[in-house]
T-cell receptor
Framework: EAGVVQSPRYKIIEKKQPVAFWCNPI?????LYWYRQNLGQGPELLIR????????DSQLPKDRFSAERLKGVDSTLKIQPAELGDSAVYLC??????????????FGPGTRLTVL | RKEVEQDPGPFNVPEGATVAFNCTYS??????FFWYRQDCRKEPKLLMS???SGNEDGRFTAQLNRASQYISLLIRDSKLSDSATYLC???????????FGAGTRLFVKA
């Protein structure tokens, strides 16, 4: 079974430029998460989708970050414009929410963003 | 106070040693608990869930203490391959809010 796929794996941009990350979750998983992980820290949730609905975007900096999950499958996370402090690893995860509300989150390899 | 707190370490132990990590959480309504493992420059991977009755998977034992609001991970007979960062994860019910700790780094030496 294919895992969570993310692209690109690495991205270097100058500040004020836009950037986009793409995620393809595990087939059949209805829930998709975007996390940001800074060096030496745990992942911090940015947004969670259940199918195509964003059910938790409270931690998403909405002035510059946007996300979409069209058709409830692939997802794109965008930053415009990027700032130096956005340098981090952006992780996508997916899970299948069962009847009991339990799930295991499977992570993709992440996109390492460097903003110069 | 952070919602999930871990000792960042690093823990440096010889092969064969037993090592234990604790993780405290602040939300008493938290319902689900996990330990994830993250290798350097890799994604986190689920190591084990933590059940109220405690659970064991080979050399790894996880326990939950709801009264004191902490979970623990015990690794017996440490292997070089156990060297990684161990992330404590806490999730509430309903909202499925998931909080990761900052991780505890473990180095197992030959």
């Amino acid at each position: 079974e294919a895992g969570v796929v993310q692209s690109p794996r690495y991205k270097i941009i100058e500040k004020k430029q836009p950037v986009a990350f793409w995620c393809n979750p595990i087939s059949g998983h209805n829930t998709l998460y975007w996390y940001r992980q800074n060096l030496g820290q745990g992942p911090e949730l940015l947004i969670r989708y259940e199918n195509e609905e964003a059910v938790d975007d409270s931690q998403l900096p909405k002035d510059r970050f946007s996300a979409e999950r069209l058709k409830g499958v692939d997802s794109t996370l965008k930053i415009q414009p990027a700032e130096l402090g956005d340098s981090a690893v952006y992780l996508c995860a997916s899970s299948l929410i069962g009847g009991m509300g339990t799930d295991t989150q499977y992570f993709g390899p992440g996109t390492r963003l460097t903003v110069l | 106070r952070k919602e999930v707190e871990q000792d960042p370490g690093p823990f440096n132990v010889p092969e064969g040693a037993t090592v234990a990590f604790n993780c405290t959480y602040s939300n008493s309504a938290s319902q689900s608990f996990f330990w994830y493992r993250q290798d350097c420059r890799k994604e986190p991977k689920l190591l084990m869930s933590v059940y109220s009755s405690g659970n064991e998977d080979g050399r790894f034992t996880a326990q939950l203490n709801r009264a004191s609001q902490y979970i623990s991970l015990l690794i017996r007979d440490s292997k070089l391959s156990d060297s990684a960062t161990y992330l404590c994860v806490v999730r509430d019910t309903g909202g499925f809010k998931t909080i990761f700790g900052a991780g505890t780094r473990l180095f197992v030496k030959a």
